[in-house]
């Protein structure tokens, strides 16, 4: 079955000589696995840059269900505007967001809802004049509305978030996983969407606590790797 879809990167591996295999977020056939064959070859016209976590394209593929990899017949870039240069920010916090969401997707199954949210976040990313040092916190917070597990937080003076009921408690008695009191303030003030700014060692703290509560609704993020890139941005 040919068909032509928006799709998003997410990574790439390897493949013999000059080819890779692809993990690509379609919006019409939702995650799947492409190997394109020769894209690392000096003399190919498909360019590796396409397939850097989070570009934006479009393609033309086939889809074969009893296949695990399926074929690009065609991608191309996706017309957005585009800041000159390399900031390394952005790509940092790109790579964060693919390993994510490659890590919470299953293969062929649709969310045009959630593409609809990563596409216009990586847009929002590379135009922005400015970068929220809470950008990974607020991301896991509004892909967990996407999950189906967004956190309770309409009552107010309770002060410790349960990592396991996804809510606010006024006690810490007898809870295996929680946000401290400290820091479930930040978090609930995330949650009411305030710019707040939180220091550097809290705010790695709860970007640990979100990955537990992610594992917890059962949703692990295993071997996640990028965050420890994300902890190093000192701002």
Not at 81 to 92: A, D, L, V
Not at 102 to 115: A, G
Not at 175 to 200: D, G, T, V
């Amino acid at each position: 079955m040919k068909y032509e879809s928006r799709a998003i990167a997410l990574s790439y591996i390897k493949h013999g000589e000059s080819s890779i295999i692809a993990k690509i977020f379609t919006e019409e056939k939702g995650l799947q696995s492409f190997i394109i064959k020769g894209v690392r070859a000096k003399k190919s016209k498909k360019k590796l840059g396409l397939f850097q976590a989070l570009e934006l394209s479009t393609i033309n593929a086939t889809f074969l269900a009893n296949k695990n990899l399926q074929y690009l017949t065609d991608i191309s870039l996706y017309n957005s505007e585009r800041q000159e240069g390399i900031n390394m920010t952005k790509s940092f916090l790109a790579l964060f967001v693919a390993e994510v969401i490659s890590k919470v997707l299953h293969e062929n199954e649709v969310d045009k809802p959630l593409f609809s949210f990563v596409w216009k976040l990586k847009i929002n990313l590379a135009t922005a004049t400015e970068i929220d040092p809470n950008f990974p916190l607020q991301f896991l917070i509004n892909l967990s509305k996407h999950m189906g597990f967004y956190p309770l937080y309409e009552v107010e003076g309770n002060s410790y978030f349960n990592l396991e009921l996804g809510e606010f408690t006024n006690s810490n008695n007898q809870l295996n996983y929680y946000i401290n009191k400290e820091n479930s303030h930040y978090f609930k003030a995330l949650l009411n969407k305030q710019k707040i700014e939180i220091p550097y060692a809290n705010r790695n703290q709860i970007l640990l606590d979100l990955i537990e509560y992610y594992k917890l609704q059962h949703h692990e993020l295993k071997n996640m790797t990028s965050h420890l890139i994300i902890e190093s941005l000192r701002a």
